[in-house]
Structures are given as C-alpha cells and as structure tokens.
C-alpha cells in the first residue's frame, strides 16, 4: 500500500511560488515584454520623465542573452548595491529570434548605449530614441531640420527644441507652468535678461501670445560651426547639433574603401562593434590584425537615433551609430505616468494609461 504521499509546509510552498514567479517573470522579460521608465527629458514632449513603459521584445525578435551568468530579474548591479550581478567569463554568440518586423524608420526604440564600454554590449545602460535614420540612410541636418536621403524627415508631433525668451518683467514657475513648461525646462540667463526654453511650435506659438513676452527667439547653432563633442570625434568638418552630415548609415553586406576620410567617419564603429580582436587606426588608414585595410564589408546593420527634444538630446549626433546587436526592443505603450512636480493623486498622469506610443 502505497504512502500518501506528504503534505508541503507553509514555508516550502511560499519557496516554490517564489521561484516560479522569479521565473516566470525571468522569461516574460526576456522573450516578451521589458518594463522601462522614462529617466531624462530627451524625449520630451512625445515621452516625458516620469513615464513608464513595456518595450516589446518581440516586434524585433528576441536576443538570445549573451551574458547568461546573471541574477536574475537585475541589470548591471545586485538590487540597491554596487555589487555586479553578472560574470562576463561566458559570453555567447549574438543571435536573435525571429521577430514581426525589421526597426523602421521614425520607430521609437530602447536600446543598449553604445559607448559605454566598461559593460558587456547586452548589460549597457538602456538609452530610449526615435531611429531616424536607418541601414543605408543619409543623414543630413541643416539649421535644426532633419533631412533624410535628400527629403524632409517627418516631424515627431510633439518635438522641442530651445528658445530664447526676453520677457518685461521677471517670470515664474506658476506662469510656465500655464504653457506645459515644467521648472527642468526652462532657466534664467545669468544675466537677468531673459530665459531659455524648451517647448514645442505649439507651446513657442501660444508664449508669443503673452503680453509679458518680448521676443522668442530659436537657438540655432550657425552652420561651420564645429562642436567638439559632435560625433565623428577628430573630424574638422564644421558639424555641430544643428548642421550635421551628410553621414550614410553602415548596412550589413555595404563595402566602403577605407580613405582618410572613410577611416575618420567608419573606423570607430569597425573598431568598437566589428568584433574584430585587434583594430588599430593610425595616420588615416585602418589595420586589422596588423594588416593594412583597404575594402571594408560591414558584419551588421546599424542606425541613426535622435532625441525628440532634439537640443536637449544625447544621441547619434555625439556618439555615432547604434549597432543591430545593441537593438533590445520597440517602445510600444505606456502603463502609467507620474509627475514629480504635483503630490498624491495629482501626481498621476491619467491621460497617459495605455498610451501607445508613435
């Protein structure tokens, strides 16, 4: 006669639900949906801080982790400590699964930052942009304006830029406030003489409607202006945020002789992403494993992000190109909103629920 069989403690059926909600959890985040909030006001106002999103997994396909000797449910450090939760001593092969579709131009896409070496390329910080500029794509800016293989690039509803706003008496955060301006954006001059704004054409057009305003003015960087920090780094072209290319986004299977000029717009992408074991890159030319480079094939696809808050925006214009393998998923909607600048229930954003997001 056989035993019945023995009855789980508490304790033991509290350790087991647990795990299967670790696990579960595990796979729904890695195949399916990752949550993800908004830290920054780049993508302002089409995404604002403070908002939280699911970014799917699967319109792109999934990545297969590369670094599979993880904690579970954590990213680059152990929960509220600096501890790493991860051991690069086994990296695999970058594989994706099958996903719905290709990322298409003007998606809004979170992916791993691509500078930020000190990480494996799956465990980078996740940075949150629209692809304005995908596989094969010229990128040009001229004045602020985005053009896109010789045509106007569409226009994100609710992009920003800077302005200059003189005004005839001192302003307050209760009067921005009234245009949808929150106290992170905008700023006195040092001077006293005005402020500098962020908003939209529509915010920009309903300011100008103030009695108390003077003048509003566009901050436009002057075309040959060169910005240091304006990606590729060492070029003396004259670029800066505002008049920008033009630059051909990298596709895979593109081969590009590797001249001066090439080496200086390329060769840091070859060098970074490639994975190639030993990248050097002197007196304008590229040598690969020693050898001198003269026809270069490119191993992956990669694209071109910007901000919506397109001057308050750290993305391709300063650090180059997104590489394929950096791709985590599609910003598809939001879950909730708070803002920061209101308390209890005024904090919650109910007209954002479920907000899908274009």
Known sequence: MSQPKKKKSATREWLDALV???????????????????????????????????VSKM??????????????????????????????????????????????????????????FEYPSDLKTNYIKRAVGIPGDVILIKEGELVVNDQPAPKPEEMQYSYDLISNRPLTVDFFAEYGINPESFMAFTNGAGYMVFGTDQMIERLRTSPVVVSITKRIESPGDHEPLIFPKGSDYGWNRDNF????????????????????????TIENYEGHEQVDIRDGSLFIDGQKVEKY???????????????????????????????????WF????????????????WNRFFKGIN
Request: avoid cysteine; hydrophobic fraction near 40%; aromatic fraction near 14%.
């Open 59 to 116: 319109h792109y396909g999934t990545r297969i982790p590369k670094t599979v000797l993880q904690v579970p449910l954590t990213h680059q450090k152990i929960w509220g400590t600096d501890i790493p939760s991860y051991s690069d001593a086994i990296q695999l092969p970058y594989y994706r699964l099958p996903g719905f579709s290709d990322v298409e131009r003007n998606d809004v896409v979170v992916f791993n930052y691509p500078v930020e």
């Open 20 to 54: 299967f909600a670790v696990v579960a959890a595990s796979l729904i985040r890695w195949l399916l949906l990752e949550p993800f909030t908004i830290p920054t006001a780049s993508m302002e106002k089409s995404l604002l801080v403070g908002d939280f999103l699911f």
């Open 297 to 331: 094939t490119f191993k992956q696809d990669y694209y071109f992000m910007m901000g919506d808050n397109r001057h308050d925006s750290l993305d391709s214009r300063f650090w180059g190109f997104v590489p394929e393998d950096h791709i985590v998923g599609k910003a």
């Open 245 to 268: 290319g033009p630059l051909q986004v990298p596709a895979k299977d593109w081969t590009i002789d590797m001249t001066a000029d090439n080496v200086l717009r390329y060769g840091s």
């Open 334 to 349: 939001l879950w909730l909103s708070l803002d920061k600048y209101e308390s209890m229930f005024g904090k919650i954003r």
